[in-house]
């Protein structure tokens, strides 16, 4: 089946009310079982013409992201980039930590007059970014929020690339942290480390075995690694994986 190409619908009855600064926001990092869920938010500029392939990035191979996240760069009129680390996942769980991002990427704009963000509605976040509209598929609807998928995805990866190197055996150059086979069987053969969401319970009985009973992290919460390691746990340390990528604009 063809995958569906996103449209500017969303986008033009706000143009058309005067709106110039609508941002289109997505997440990526929810499933996996380890590493921080990192959030994109893009501004496009009013009557912009769509970068043909540009679609929900999940649809996309690794190469297809790369070749058209500087695009989505070079036509933007803002890029921000938010994460929340494995700590917060953990203290908050998955789902207020997603918010908590995308919160991030919004701020990171320098202004916004209105988001589209995917998925269903979000408790108080009106309070909190100003008016906003949801949409289920939004990736895969909606052109902006599209965009937005596609640099948070790049971002993540390059992320879990890093971290492969500082951690090898895990295949998360190749799996992003998912709980794939190669990931499962590092996991029992050399263990956890302090990327891995200690709050997945089905990571800890499923991946762990005998191992669960153990404060697996003690050490690391210790030594204060998981508060603020510079590849991935420090949200703020996703920037410099996006420095070519993030563009702000405060007009």
Known sequence: MAAIVPTLRFERPLWRDGLVRVAG??????????????AAAVIMRPGC????????????????RERLAPLIRRR???????????????????????HLAMRRAIGKLRGHEHVLVDGNRIARF??????YTSIVDGDAKCYTIACASV?????????????????????????????????????RRL????????????????????QTSL???????????????PLGVDPSAVEPLARDLVVTSAS
């Open 151 to 187: 640099i948070a995805k790049v971002v993540r990866d390059r992320m879990m690339t890093l971290l492969a190197a500082r951690y090898p055996g895990y295949g998360w150059e190749r799996n992003q942290g998912y709980a794939t086979r190669e990931h499962r069987d590092g996991v």
């Open 126 to 131: 009106e309070e909190q970014v100003g008016p």
């Open 215 to 229: 404060d697996l992290f003690g050490e690391e919460r210790a030594a204060g690694l998981i508060e603020g390691d």
């Open 76 to 98: 933007a009129v803002a890029i921000g980039i938010g994460a929340a680390s494995v700590a917060e996942i953990d203290r908050l769980n998955i789902y207020h930590a997603t």
């Open 49 to 64: 013409h769509r970068i043909p392939g540009v679609r929900d990035s999940k649809t996309l191979s690794a190469a297809q």
């Open 191 to 210: 263990g956890l480390t302090p990327y891995h969401r200690r709050s997945f319970l089905a990571l800890q009985r499923t991946l762990a075995g005998d």
């Open 25 to 38: 926001v997505d997440e990526v990092g929810v499933a996996p079982t380890c590493g921080a869920v990192v």
